[in-house]
């Protein structure tokens, strides 16, 4: 749909502008054009270009819309200006003349100090203007100064965005005083270089409580855009990402007498005890902080010291998070004090605080901490919810203590000990379940990620404490309202044409108590057979009492276009569904053809994966979905039928591969339809597993129950109406419902206006009724809604029509006239109830709410309709890119299932292509952009990208994205990241698509879809073989194609692309930056310092012959000239290359230096038994013909095999061949002895091989999962302690721990070491390999003495014979 642009010369719109024939709703301005010349967008809205040598007319114009009488403008743009006095003036005196307009951009103008304090100065006069957004215009500090002058007397404002500009601390500061006397301002949006600026306007806004809301951006380290302070008024939270510590203490100083902060969300923002001494004062003076949020915040025992003295005071603050700090058991009794009694006589000093987390790996809890955690359970009467994340330090015989003393505690609701490795053992399961036998009152124990719950020992603690989950809608006035078991269960009949689904339907409801009904309904069951006589087959629902429990059957349509409509039916969390799966032994009923096993494998497979995916799209899932298997007209085969075995067979194959995503009953049912008999046991299964259903799945509100009952008498009294207007809901909620009544004039009508708006949602969500907030009505009756309206909208065709345009488009009215013609009853002289109670514009809006379809344009209550899924296959054409140019670029993104157990839905195109649609339409700049639709395809233009976004097969389980341009790979990349691939996962919800990266010849090509299967590589692939590079191929790595045969026809041939035209520069950048942290963690690991003076770094020559103390802990002394190098590099990098040079300098230097200190822990001690055996050797366990390194050695292993390197420095390798000796068992002595070398040799080699060292040649081709064991240790905190953390963002934790390494001891390094050398000395020994032809014989390896330096090592005989010249053979 492309959208009309009239280019028009300038003086057309001088003349227009003149003569009053052009009424302008928004103009935008661009100067430093090519050429001179506009063109208009819409009626009311034109773009003007002017060219350098034309800025002369720029005045003119400003003059001419000056001048302009009765004009409507209210939006004006600026880009690229170059303000000059008397152009300042001239919009000074448009905007006098224009009242109307609300709104001004400047994007990447130029200001001069006098002309912008013009233009400034208009603000203080004018009395229209409500929005300024000034982007790129380097306004700095003085403009800053400026805008906060007259701001300060500016009462209409409301809203000041200032983008990419520096105004500086100066700057902020200013504008911290005018928001001090300015109440008006409601929005203020700053992107600066320097977070510094949100400190004074945040504190500004908190200290004089003003009602606005407020973001600070600012550039990250990596200079990429991210988020520093935000305040939303709305929610009264105050969430802080990144911030100093003196910027936080003044923060800290204006939230004290704050009123409009209800939650404070500090999580990861580094504090200090000096901030926590202000944060005291804030608990002890405010009185409207409800939430605080300060996970790891790295507060110590002196920080919590002070937040535990300001809850001595406290009486307002409600959650306290705590959790991934610092403190110890010191931190904790001080922290737990005020919560706890100490005699019978005390009081409890704080006594409003519900829920407390603490813990983490850096927490220390110890036996004072143990003694307060106990001391506050047993004596605390507040706290409700009490969690412990992550602990390390309690015992399994503490947490006994802890649940021990919750036997008395009667406030307690809830205990969390996610992730605390002592929650493990018999004693601590059985403490827990006598614990809950004598405490009713606890309602959740959270044991995620525990040994117990690792173990699976948890089930019995859940069925001890039933199902505690909560569901509720995001609506607080809900909250607090009794809660009961719903008495509503759905069953879908799912299944394809002719499974015999009407007639099982009927069966079963012969099996239930039908429910009470009008006269009419049944009348209506004597209609029902001429009715289905002359109708096309519709989705049917029919509902039955059983006991308390309403049991509604929804028979789905087994038509093809129905499938659209599917969808439509699961409603959200809440809703409790039992799924039948019904499939026919025989492809039709009028003849004897039986199906294929793998034809009712594939239909039963379909329905799975059918309910899978619509499950996961559920806002929440609660519980695996409950599956039936029903195999029907089982009476018309034989029962020893071989083919009936094979198709067992094959629904076990299913079973086994759901499991996990359903709960599949294990029984199959095979049955004849017909036969009321035959379908007893499975009404009789029906039955029961609704109730278990009923009981597993969240409770319902009682108040959404009473308010059922009641709709079905208000339907009863007005003739089965199965429409409610919004004013008619309001009037039963008065009438039937006490706690919905509004009791006085004088009570709050809003907030029982919205309660009531959340208890329709909220039946909307349980599948009670069908409630749409903006049509201002309710749709009470699925089965007709579903059955009449939708059921037959989706049979209505346009085929034919004279409304019907050539583009697909068809008027509202027109439309409004195909509905009530194919709505109306089939039967002459019958009429039917749809538009009785629904107006054919209602329906339409209905559509446009579910996006079934599209208008033309919004903006016109006439707009024609577009719905793509009446679109029709077109026939076989070429396909080709619309443009097409020698210096075009071409893109590609795969975006796939992740898994098989899922499919895209058969709506899912149809509503992308109208989402997608109402996304483009709706970006403010998007000028230009055309869209344009067939049954499997859509294309966009869009700012000089021409995009194709391709639906695989049918009920597909993906879609490729592809795009050509003259523009670069990083800015279609960019598209498809921030517009297109969003808009698609929205439609997915829990699908998750991987992304994958298209051959750009078949992009370019547009080859088609059966060709392409094998012409793509994963993403995150790709970004790994980069990795795995040595630096200086990273820029030139080039990914190969394999090529594609049909029928022995060569389709595509083998060929390459540059991994840089694959990937975005961002993807580049984040490879790069990965490869960097990769190195910056190693030099952490070997504990590199910087030098003081960083003008003066020393030689690494001089470095690299320095004397180094030989021990683990001294062989990194020497790399702290390359650090200094890195920051160098850091600084000057421009582009991609230049980064890469930076690293591939970094990376050669920190290779050279690994390979040294190797050498160094290879004779780190060349006095112990002279070398007489060798030094560096690992262990591996033989598994299915391959072997296994061994990472780590625990006591109890068996099976191992030890081997040893070749020894040649800085050329360390596997030796091929080698036999080894085997290790029958691992045990104590040998663990203790063998850990901390162990560590060691794995650290290095981890690092090694990440950074491309050939540390161990051959061990990645001899041991195929060492990738996997080395990911592993990368990835392990506790592997590289210091470099973990510093990975994680964590510089202060980086730090604490490399000085904390540094002050160990060396001597107990090189005891630790000599203990594994002796290990092996004497193990060796007792293998009677001692002797050097041992060694050689089971080894491969020869002693020998460097000529050069004198040292000794063991090598191989490739080294023996290349290095003869430089060894001698020292025997022993």
């Not at 939006?75 to 300042?88: C, D, G, R």
């Not at 990402?241 to 704050?258: H, P, S, T």
Request: contains cysteine; charged residues 25%; glycine residues 6%.
């Amino acid at each position: 749909m492309a959208s009309g642009q009239d280019s028009k010369d300038l003086q057309w719109v001088l003349n227009s502008m003149r003569n009053g024939s052009l009424d302008l709703y928004s103009v935008s301005f661009f100067l430093s054009q090519e050429g001179s010349y506009c063109y208009q967008e819409t009626e009311n809205s034109i773009i003007v270009n002017l060219s350098n040598d034309d800025v002369s007319s720029f005045s003119e114009l400003l003059k001419a819309l000056g001048m302009a009488k009765k004009s409507i403008l209210k939006h004006i743009e600026f880009h690229l200006v170059e303000w000059k006095m008397e152009q300042a003036k001239d919009l000074l005196l448009l905007l006098e003349n224009n009242p109307n307009v609300k709104q001004l951009v400047f994007t990447r103008n130029k200001f001069d100090a006098e002309c912008f304090k013009e233009i400034a100065e208009v603000l203080r006069r004018n009395k229209c203007v409500k929005e300024i957004v000034l982007s790129e215009s380097g306004i700095g500090s003085a403009g800053a100064r400026a805008l906060a002058s007259v701001l300060s007397e500016n009462n209409i404002l409301e809203e000041l965005q200032i983008w990419e500009d520096s105004i500086g601390s100066g700057g902020a500061e200013e504008l911290s005083k005018m928001i001090e006397v300015n109440s008006t301002l409601r929005l203020l949006t700053i992107f600066d270089s320097k977070s510094i600026t949100a400190t004074p306007l945040v504190s500004a806004v908190l200290a004089r409580n003003r009602s606005m809301e407020v973001h600070i951006w600012s550039l990250d380290y990596k200079n990429k855009s991210s988020k520093v302070v935000e305040f939303v008024h709305e929610n009264n939270t105050l969430r802080i990402y990144q911030i100093d510590i003196k910027g936080a203490c003044r923060v800290a100083c204006a939230l004290g007498l704050n009123s409009t902060v209800r939650s404070l969300d500090m999580t990861g923002v580094k504090l200090k005890s000096r901030w926590a001494k202000e944060f005291r004062w804030v608990l002890e003076q405010n009185r409207t902080l409800k939430e605080v949020n300060l996970t790891k915040t790295y507060l110590k025992d002196k920080g919590v010291l002070y937040v535990a003295a300001g809850l001595f005071k406290n009486r307002s603050l409600e959650n306290l998070y705590l959790d991934g700090n610092w403190f110890g058991g010191i931190g904790v009794e001080h922290l737990l004090c005020p919560l706890s009694k100490y005699t019978t006589l005390q009081n409890q000093a704080n006594t409003t605080l519900k829920t407390l987390t603490l813990g983490g790996g850096k927490t220390k809890i110890g036996k004072e901490g143990l003694a307060a955690i106990i001391q506050m359970l047993t004596s605390n009467q507040s706290v409700t919810c009490l969690g412990i994340y992550n602990d390390e330090s309690l015992k399994p015989h503490e947490i006994v203590r802890i649940f021990k003393s919750l036997e008395r505690n009667a406030t307690l609701k809830c205990l969390s000990l996610q992730g605390c490795k002592g929650v493990k053992g018999e004693l601590v399961l059985q403490q827990i379940m006598e614990t809950l036998n004598v405490n009713p009152w606890i309602e959740d124990i959270d044991l995620k990620r525990t040994p117990l719950q690792i173990a699976g020992k948890t089930e019995d603690i859940s069925k001890k404490l039933g199902r505690t989950e909560r569901t509720e809608p995001d609506i607080d006035m809900l909250k607090n309202m009794p809660m009961i078991v719903p008495k509503s269960c759905r069953v879908f009949l799912c299944g394809q044409e002719y499974a015999g689904k009407s007639t099982l339907c009927n069966s079963l409801s012969r099996n239930f108590s039908p429910l009470k009904g009008s006269y009419l309904d049944h009348v209506r069951t004597l209609v029902d057979p001429i009715e289905q006589a002359v109708s096309t087959p519709g989705i049917k629902i029919k509902a039955f009492k059983d006991e308390d429990t309403k049991i509604s059957i929804w028979n789905l349509d087994g038509q093809h276009e129905m499938y659209s409509l599917h969808d439509l039916m699961f409603p959200g969390y809440g809703c409790t569904s039992l799924f039948l799966i019904i499939s026919s032994l025989f492809r039709k009923p009028n003849n004897r053809e039986l199906k294929l096993a793998n034809e009712i494998e594939e239909e039963l497979q379909y329905w799975l994966r059918y309910i899978v995916s619509n499950s996961r799209r559920a806002l929440q899932q609660c519980m695996l979905p409950n599956v039936t298997m029903v195999l029907t007209h089982f009476d018309k085969i034989n029962k020893q039928s071989d083919d009936l075995l094979v198709t067992v067979s094959s629904i076990k194959r299913l079973r086994d591969k759901f499991q996990g995503f359903v709960e599949l009953y294990p029984t199959v049912f095979t049955l004849d339809a017909r036969s009321s008999a035959s379908v007893n046991k499975l009404g009789h299964h029906v039955r029961k597993t609704c109730k278990t259903i009923l009981e597993r799945v969240p409770r319902v509100y009682q108040l959404c129950n009473d308010l059922v009952d009641k709709i079905s008498d208000w339907r009863l009294e007005h003739g089965n109406k199965p429409t409610m207007k919004w004013k008619e809901f309001q009037d039963v909620c008065q009438i039937n419902i006490p706690s919905l009544r509004i009791h006085s004039r004088h009570d709050n009508k809003e907030k029982f206006e919205t309660r009531r708006r959340a208890v329709a949602t909220c039946l909307h969500h349980i599948g009670e009724l069908i409630y749409f907030d903006e049509l201002e009505f309710l749709i009470l009756d699925y089965e007709w809604f579903y059955g009449e309206v939708l059921g037959e909208l989706a049979r209505v065709t346009f085929k034919g029509q004279n409304s019907v345009e050539k583009n697909g488009f068809i008027l509202k009215k027109d439309l409004e006239k195909i509905l009530v013609r194919n709505l109306q009853s089939h039967i002459p002289g019958m009429k039917t109830k749809a538009f009785e109670n629904l107006e054919a514009h209602t329906l339409v809006k209905i559509m446009l709410k579910l996006e079934i379809c599209y208008e033309q344009d919004p903006s016109d209550p006439n707009s024609p309709l577009l719905f793509p899924s009446n679109l029709e296959e077109g026939r076989w054409k070429h396909q080709r890119w619309l443009v097409d140019t020698p210096d075009g670029n071409y893109v590609g993104r795969h975006l796939q299932c992740d898994d098989s157990h899922m499919f895209l839905a058969t709506d899912f195109f149809p509503r992308l292509q109208v989402h997608l649609h109402n996304k483009v339409m709706g970006l403010k700049n998007q000028h230009g952009a055309s869209y344009i639709l067939e049954k499997r395809l859509i294309s966009i233009t869009i700012n000089g990208i021409h995009t194709r976004i391709e639906l695989g097969e049918q009920f597909g389980y993906y879609v490729d994205v592809l795009a050509c341009s003259t523009k670069s790979p990083t800015e279609m990349l960019r598209l498809f990241q921030q517009l297109i691939i969003p808009a698609i996962q929205s439609l997915c919800h829990g699908i998750t698509l991987s992304e994958y990266v298209l051959r750009s010849e078949c992009v370019k090509n547009l080859t088609l879809h059966r060709y392409r299967r094998n012409q793509f590589v994963h993403l995150q692939q790709l970004k790994q073989a980069l990795l795995s590079l040595p630096a200086d191929a990273i820029y030139d790595y080039q990914h190969t194609w394999d090529s594609y045969t049909d029928s022995g026809s060569l389709i595509l041939g083998p060929g390459f692309d540059f991994a840089r035209d694959l990937l975005s520069d961002d993807d580049f950048q984040e490879v790069i930056h990965r490869r960097y942290h990769d190195l910056y963690n190693l030099a952490n690991e070997l504990q590199v310092t910087q030098e003081n003076d960083p003008n003066h770094p020393p030689a690494i020559s001089q470095e690299i012959t320095s004397s180094v103390e030989p021990t683990f802990v001294g062989i990194a002394k020497g790399v702290e000239a390359v650090l200094q190098r890195l920051k160098i590099i850091e600084q000057e990098i421009r582009d991609i290359k230049q980064e890469i040079q930076g690293l591939r300098y970094y990376e050669h230097m920190i290779l050279i230096e690994v390979h040294r200190k190797v050498n160094y822990l290879v004779n780190y001690n060349t006095q112990l038994e002279e070398r007489k055996v060798p030094n560096m050797f690992y262990f591996v366990r033989t598994e299915n013909y391959s072997r296994r390194l061994i990472t780590s050695v625990i006591s109890g292993m068996n099976a191992l095999r030890l081997h040893m390197l070749c020894e040649y420095r800085r050329e360390m390798h596997v030796v091929e061949d080698q036999i080894g000796c085997e290790l029958m068992q691992v045990d104590n002595i040998t663990m203790k002895s063998l850990a901390p070398y162990m560590k060691t040799f794995m650290k290095l080699l981890t690092f090694a091989l990440k950074i491309g060292a050939h540390l161990a040649v051959g061990m990645g081709q001899m041991i195929p999962d060492l990738s996997r064991e080395v990911a592993h240790l990368i990835d392990s905190p506790a592997l590289y302690g210091a470099a973990g953390a510093a990975a994680a963002g964590t510089a202060a934790a980086a730090a604490a721990a490399i000085i904390g390494n540094r002050s160990r001891n060396s001597r107990d390094m090189q005891q630790e070491h000599i203990a594994a050398q002796q290990w092996l000395v004497d193990f060796l020994r007792d293998q009677r390999c001692s002797t050097a032809k041992d060694i050689a014989e089971k080894f491969g390896l020869w002693r020998i003495r460097y000529k050069d330096d004198g040292q000794i090592a063991w090598i191989c005989r490739r080294h023996m014979c290349t290095r003869r010249i430089e060894i001698v053979e020292v025997p022993i």
